[in-house]
């Protein structure tokens, strides 16, 4: 049973990870080890442990010790659950927790790029998306339309931040990932490494030489790694030159572009229906 501590002090410094420490000092926090990562609401919280994820401590309100939580408190073990009230919490950590809980986990060993696309027929690769709202969303798109794994390059938004792990809605632990490693240059390296692994790349961008996102040649791909920029700018050059194809989505009414977001769901629901 979890170990309940009511909040007397919001100064000790085992209260640090969710009020004091951003997400940059988590993710270094047992450096060079793989640091933490903060997980919001009982339903993500759930799905971490499923995916083997450790717990740490968690942040739990009053109420919600009998309540939503109670489940997946059940399943960590002896580790100190902090809690309070509503308001307490909310002025500890700066915003209203969803579902009452927080929980302090360690964060996984990144796979190899090799690893997370054995058997893939169909992968995502982010380019430098920034938001992680944005990468959250994608996410719970790639988990939903038929993606396989998702690749992203370094200067990408992580995953396992707090929002964009909420807003995946804890997809981030259900469908294989990981980043193109620091050794490796991006496009030229990384998209080799693709290639290599039987993989047809698409880059998703608005050129004169773009295809149809339902283009024939596409379905039928037997591997493809469907590729998305970053806010605004959206792919780099050198990106699009090195791909395959470069895809775009029919669009009307003079709308020339779609958040990235958005973009990923249409492009993953068209492309996951791979065509024999």
């Known amino acids: 049973m979890p170990n309940i501590i009511k909040i007397q ?10 009020a004091r420490l951003s997400e940059v000092q988590l993710l270094r926090y047992y450096e ?20 083997g994820c450790v717990p740490i401590s968690a942040l739990v309100e009053e109420k919600q010790i009998e309540g939503e939580a109670k489940e ?15 308001s307490l919490l909310s002025n500890l950590t700066g915003f209203p927790l ?9 964060r996984p060993p990144l796979p190899s790029i090799e ?39 370094r200067g990408c938004s992580d995953p396992l931040y707090r929002r964009a792990a909420r807003v995946s809605m804890g997809t981030v632990f259900q469908i294989p990932w990981t980043k193109v490693p620091k050794n490796l240059s991006w ?20 050129c004169e030489d773009s295809v149809s996102i339902d283009d024939k040649r596409l379905m039928k791909e037997e591997r493809l790694a469907v590729i ?32 990235v977001a958005a973009a990923s769901a249409v492009a993953f629901w068209q492309l996951g229906r791979r065509t024999d």
């Open 9 to 18: 002090d919001l100064g000790i410094p085992q209260l640090d990870c969710y």
């Open 32 to 51: 060079p080890k793989e640091g933490i990562f903060i997980a919001e609401s009982p339903k993500v919280i759930a799905r971490a442990l499923d995916a």
């Open 72 to 86: 997946v408190l059940e399943r960590c073990g002896q580790i100190p659950v902090f809690t309070g009230t509503f």
């Open 98 to 106: 969803t579902r009452g809980m927080l929980c302090a986990m360690r």
């Open 115 to 153: 690893e997370i696309c054995r058997g893939a027929k169909r992968i995502a690769v982010l380019e430098e998306v920034v938001n992680p709202t944005n990468v959250g969303a994608i996410f719970r798109s790639a988990a939903a339309l038929h993606m396989d794994a998702v690749l992203l390059t």
């Open 187 to 206: 496009p030229e390296e990384g998209l080799g490494v693709l290639k290599k692994l039987g993989f047809h790349t698409a880059a998703m961008a608005l």
């Open 228 to 259: 998305l920029g970053t806010e605004g700018d959206g792919l780099a050059q050198t990106t699009i030159a090195d791909c395959d194809y470069t895809v775009k989505i029919p669009m009307s009414h003079g709308v020339d572009s779609l958040n």
